[in-house]
């Protein structure tokens, strides 16, 4: 717990740093470039409106803010973009969309920040989305997950990082389908999230396996699950296999009276997000083995770039990165690429245009993602692996990593699940 | 019939555990009749410091040399010190102040907590040992069916706990006078008893229960920073449907809902949200004091603390005032900048939520924990004109006060017939109903991911027009509310809050003064809700949770219940304070929760009640 403080303190004297190596930026960039960004009449640092439920989500949020602020001084030490620093903003919209769609009001037209980017929770996702588009602003969604932000709601002026429910759903089927069993069980946290995570696997998973039927379906309250009583009700319906969406507490609870009423004996779950750091350390000793999950194995994750992009966050914030901790650095790496294939220009259209088929390397090491021109969705992938215990915790084994841009619908479909008016 | 019993065991390991928190709850409630919102902050404080005090003193996550059990016990009495420290600091000042603004202060402690306890503990769920010597799973005798051992554990443990607390009230000095306070507080202090220390002693039982409750939640779930308003909520179900103060009744209460619980999710797993809701309402309806709990006796009419200021026509001055006030405000758009326009309309929003409110709070002398019903009907009432009807905003807004009102109308005709903290509580159980068929019912209402692209017709779409709109919207309604309080109407409202058998004796119609008046304050909130869903461009359930009808009475309160135009005051520092604080820092809840316990402190009044206190001395000095 002290690790919270100390990455706060040690954030304080990084970010003085940070900021002094900033001001000093300018001076030391190439005449040229200051020349040019004078010729273009914006000298001033580019700004992004950062919005995000931090009170409400901070175990995924804190990783996130660590790591966005490490990317941004990245590129700042580097010179920033055409010679302009990167600045941001930041907003707790405390998981109210209602909120969230305030400060956005208050960064556009207070703030005067160029793009806006953020959200965790899908519905504050939607609202951004939808204030971008009344605005005619660019909107990067970091995590929010439903497919609608990019497909039945879709619009011009909003692009999302993190693979979407149904990609997660199809990297999980994938594995599914081979496994033996027949009978299954859903357990999903009952908001659009889980029942759209529902959805997509029995209708993906019927699809590879005529076979399969769904014996049980347990949708607890985000939050509230009780655990006992959901885990008799599935052990009730002696499925062979579970589909897990539950995540943090509920997932911890999940597990925690699973284990202890044997559930999951005997039995193959296949679970979302699990495997992700946030959601599977607090498991401790506790975490089951042998699930077949979506994460993010960052202890074993070994290649140059993830490996200077893990020592560079432990040195900072000492503690080990997470999945959000990877998002949040992803975004400020796609939005600077962006902004430097604009060169340095930050009219909306401009950076839409570029942002449309932006290539961008990913703090995972692996391929470069590219946003969509068809959707705005990236094809930034996730792990999908085994849940294994090592030295008292849970970690990945057997992992590959699953390309986002396999785990999309053909592109006759997208389109005709995007309105006409988003392309 | 294995998988019944089954059920129906887990049934009773929750009932236990949620007995734990509201029998401590209702101890509180019965003595000293305060709200008390913090009372799952204690809950949640009491499972972060077991798990430290379990597992920090010692290293490599063997228990620490406090073994497990002796740390659950110390982090309860740690919990019931900390309660001592709120009473002591906090809640004595305000045993003179209205009903229900303690639940003000209360609210600032969980804010402080919140953000007290992620700094602590950090962001992360932490998961606590399991209890020695009652790891896994036990064969049931005779049944022949595996059950886990720390279930059966706290299975045992409710009952015992409710033996010992029958014991200490009905076999001891402390619990004589307890009861003795339950039923006359005045009678009590009036024979010579202390009733300082004994409301301390009551609130530290209290949240050593709480404490304790927390505590033993380590074995079964992980400790998170959403205990308390995950508990909270749950644990005054159960003491309200149990009755208030009924120690029996809050467990029959925690029986039934934990059974509620684990058979819901066999029979309607897609519900569990609303049942406990669903079942409240039809318990209040039928029975209005809950199970077990009796009606209070008749406050007889003339008691001390029954009569409250008589509201005259308000001073020259302060009408003066008014106007220059309001003035202002309409000159204030033409100078201000895009955003300060959309935090005007949305203060303008919030100033009538408030003032609708404060119809029922103020001189309807009804509590109302679930006004938001109505702000969100109104706001998806004009939401699904604009996206299944492609209605214009003034169809909208018409329409949406007309839905809220029905709405009001229809909940507000079983609310009114019950009185005090049960009326609160069936008006929230309405609100809950309502938020769940907004966030469940996905094909027409979108479910939380909510409806979008309900922007104002062209012709509002300037801010500057639109925060004009606004306010001459809320103005209206609130000349309208004014004008109502001074009217007849009124006055029989609040002839029946001073003295309900006074006014029945002189024929005024109880019920059907308090419905019209439920009916009217809802379709209000309703006006406000359509401006604010035009206002923000969508609209979520959020809009009809929990914490949106908590700001409400929060800006109420904080303005002056006892005032008329004190919720203006209180919605504008209250939507003000946060919108700066939200603005200026990581930490807002800390700062907003002190602001919110310093201004309930040196204004118990409200704002309004201290500036007419202050106005008054002045006047009399002047006389002088």
Partial sequence: MDSGLLARRSLLRRSAAAVAVAAAAPLAAPAIARAQAAAGGAAGPIRIGEINSYTAIPAFLQPYRNAWLMAQDEVNAQGGIHGRRLETVFRDDAGRPEDAVRHAGELVNVERVHLLAGAFLSNVGLALSDFANQHRRLFVASEPLTDALVWSRGNRFTFRLRPSTYMQCAMLVEEAAKLPARRWAIVAPNYEYGQSAARWFKELLARARPDVQFVAEQYPALGRIDAGATVQALAGANPEAIFNVTFAQDLTNFVRQGNTRGLFERRHVVSLLTGEPEYLLPLGDEAPEGWIVTGYPYADLDNPRHNAFREAYRRRFNEEPRCGSVVGYDTVTAIATMLRRTGGATGTDAMIEAMRGLRFPTAFGTAEVEFRAIDHQSTLGAFVGKTALRDGRGVMVDWRYADGAKYLPPDEVVRQMRPQSAS | ??????????????????????????????????????????????????????????????????????????????????????????????????????????????????????????????????????????????????????????????????????????????????????????????????????????????????????????????????????????????????????????????????????????????????????????????????????????????????????????????????????????????????????????????????????????????????????????????????????????????????????????????????????????????????????????????????????????????????????????????????????????????????????????????????????????????????????????????????????DALLMVLLGGVRTVTGPIWGALAYAGLSEQLVRATDHWRLLLGLAIVALVLFFPEGLAGAARRWWEARESDGRR
């Fill in chain 2, 1 to 550: 019939m294995d998988a019944l019993i089954l059920q129906a065991l887990n049934g009773l390991a929750s009932a236990s555990s949620l007995f734990l928190v509201a029998s401590g709850l209702t101890v509180i409630f019965g003595v000293s009749r305060i709200v008390n919102f913090a009372h799952g902050s204690l809950y949640m404080l009491g499972a972060y410091l077991g798990w430290t005090l379990v597992t920090r003193f010692a290293g490599g996550g063997a228990p620490g040399p406090l073994g497990f059990w002796g740390g659950v016990l110390l982090a309860a009495l740690a919990v019931g010190l900390i309660g001592v420290a709120i009473e002591v600091l906090l809640l004595r000042r305000l045993y003179r102040a209205p009903e229900l603004f303690p639940l003000l202060a209360t609210f600032g402690v969980v804010l402080i907590v919140q953000d007290l306890a992620l700094w602590a503990w950090g962001p992360q769920d932490l998961l606590g040992p399991r209890a020695p010597g009652l790891h896994g799973a036990v064969e049931l005798p005779l049944l022949g069916l595996r059950f886990p051992r720390y279930e059966l554990f706290l299975i045992a443990l409710g009952p015992v706990v409710l033996g010992l607390l029958w014991l200490l009230f009905r076999r001891t000095r402390f619990g004589l006078l307890i009861r003795a306070a339950t039923e006359d507080r005045e009678m009590v202090g009036a024979l010579g008893v202390d009733q300082r220390a004994l409301f301390t002693g009551v609130f530290f039982l209290g949240a050593v229960l709480a404490g304790l409750a927390g505590a033993l939640q380590l074995p079964r779930e992980s400790v998170n920073l959403h205990m308390d308003l995950a508990v909270i909520v749950e644990a005054f179900v159960v003491v309200v449907v149990g009755g208030l103060g009924s120690l029996g009744g809050a467990f029959l209460a925690a029986l039934l809902i934990g059974e509620l619980h684990a058979f819901g999710i066999l029979v309607f797993p897609r519900i569990t949200l609303v049942l406990v809701f669903l079942v409240m309402a039809v318990v209040l309806v039928l029975r209005p004091h809950g199970l077990a709990g009796a009606a209070p006796a008749a406050v007889p009419p003339g008691a001390p603390g029954a009569a409250e200021p008589v509201i005259r026509p308000a001073p020259l001055a302060l009408r003066r005032f008014a106007l220059a006030v309001f003035a202002l405000a309409c000159a204030l758009p033409s100078v201000l900048g895009d955003y300060a326009l959309s935090v005007f309309a949305d203060f303008a929003v919030f100033v009538l939520f408030a003032m609708s409110l404060h119809l029922l709070m103020g001189p309807g002398g009804m509590a109302s924990f679930g006004h938001a019903a109505y702000f969100g009907i109104g706001a998806y009432a004009a939401a699904l004109l604009a996206h299944h009807l492609a209605a214009p905003m003034a169809a909208g807004i018409a329409l949406a006060p007309l839905a809220a009102g029905l709405a009001g109308l229809a909940f507000g005709w079983f609310c009114v017939r019950l009185s005090g903290v049960y009326a609160a509580m069936l008006t929230l159980a309405f609100a809950q109903i309502a938020w769940s068929v907004a966030f469940q019912w996905v094909e027409v209402t979108g479910g939380d991911n909510g409806i979008l692209g309900v922007w104002p017709d062209a012709w509002a779409r300037d801010r500057r027009v639109f925060a004009w709109l606004a306010l001459a919207l809320s103005a209206g309604g609130t000349l309208l509310l004014l004008r109502a309080i001074h009217a007849p109407f009124g006055y029989a409202l609040r002839a029946l809050r001073d003295s309900a058998p006074r006014a029945a004796a002189i024929g005024i119609p109880a019920l059907t003064v308090r419905w019209l008046a439920f009916a009217f304050a809802a379709g209000l909130a309703g006006l406000a809700g359509a401006l604010f869903a035009y206002g923000k461009g969508s609209v979520f359930p959020t809009l009809l949770a929990i914490p949106r009808s908590v």
